[in-house]
């Protein structure tokens, strides 16, 4: 799989929270082959510091070659990357990893926690284009609040979704965990698509398990190299031995993940 390095210009920038921002960027090559799931590794900036660069799910393609990350501002390199405005450049390797499998003709689900609704969006993208229509049960998106959900919620209606929602102060939707929304949904679905913190995939996974549904997850760890270099992202594997995120991954079949949390 062909990977490419652009210089792409910032088209848009959007900020939903104080602190979650969604960037758009001209990135013809990668928007060209990039599949669901896949990521980026993104220069924050053309100083040296920070040295490395920082890894986002694919969020979104359009047709006119541009590439979409949505991204929380948590620390160094997100914070500068959230300073950065339209009109200005970044470098921009991609895509990166393995993403989704899409082979299955299985009635899915996709429930996604926080900016692990990133990759989903270009997921839900995709799967409209490849196969099943949207008689499907709905997407469950979860969030710490309101405002961090709404246009992304509004956005997969859009695409034709029925979409539910959990916020964990209530104000969107069911209050609470966006995993207590799968027990209603499971005996409906035979994949679950996932991407969240660590503890609600491992949620998710169990009730896959016990239900007997198939779950394919997306993991996000520490990245240095992003390209299988580094060892930097490893994770056991049920299998034995390591795995890499970055190059086996980021997505794996949930049986793939020896669960360690
Ligand atoms: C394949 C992949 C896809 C990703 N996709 C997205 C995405 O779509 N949107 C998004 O907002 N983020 C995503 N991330 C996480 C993102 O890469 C990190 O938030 C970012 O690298 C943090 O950089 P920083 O310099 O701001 O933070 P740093 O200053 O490096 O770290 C700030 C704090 O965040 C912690 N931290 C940093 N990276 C991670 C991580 N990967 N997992 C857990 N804790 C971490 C650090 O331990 C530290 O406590 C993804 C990560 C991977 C591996
Ligand atoms: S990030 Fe370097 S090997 Fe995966």
């Given at each position: ?16 929270t ?8 001209q ?7 990039a599949q ?6 993104i220069?924050?900036?053309?100083t040296?510091?920070p040295?490395?660069?920082r ?7 359009s ?7 949505l991204?929380?501002?948590i620390?160094k ?12 450049e970044i470098?921009?390797i ?15 689900c ?9 990759p ?11 196969q ?8 469950l ?12 919620a ?10 539910h929602?959990?916020t ?18 499971l ?7 996932v ?6 995939m491992?949620t ?16 996000e760890?520490?990245?240095a190299?992003?390209m ?9 594997a ?8 970055c190059?086996d ?13």
């Open positions: 799989m062909s990977e490419f390095q652009e210089k792409a210009l910032i088209i848009t920038k959007e900020t939903l104080r602190d979650v921002f969604r960037l758009t960027v990135a013809p090559l990668i928007a060209e082959s669901p799931g896949q990521f980026v590794m220069r924050v900036q053309e040296l510091d040295l490395l660069r890894p986002f799910s694919i969020h979104k393609i047709p006119d070659g541009s590439v979409s990350i991204f929380k501002a620390g390199g997100t914070r500068m990357l959230a300073a950065l405005d339209p009109g200005m470098s921009i991609g895509p990166l990893g393995r993403g989704f499998d899409l082979s299955s003709s299985a009635s899915f996709m429930i996604g926690g926080g900016m692990g609704i990133a989903l969006y270009f997921l839900a993208q995709q799967l409209l284009g490849v099943r229509a949207l008689d499907n049960p709905p997407v998106l979860g969030a710490q609040t309101q405002p961090e959900l709404l246009l992304l509004q956005e997969f209606t859009e695409l034709g979704y029925p979409v929602t959990a964990d102060d209530g104000s969107l939707g069911h209050h609470g965990f966006v995993t207590e929304l799968l027990d209603d949904i005996e409906n679905v035979q994949q679950i698509y991407c969240g913190p660590m503890l609600m491992r998710v996974v169990n009730k896959c398990l016990q239900a007997n549904v198939a779950c394919q997850v997306s993991l760890t520490h990245m190299c992003g299988g270099a580094c060892l930097g992202c490893t994770f056991p049920t299998e034995g031995g390591y795995k890499h995120v190059k991954g980021p997505v794996f079949s949930a049986e793939e993940v020896l669960w360690t949390l």
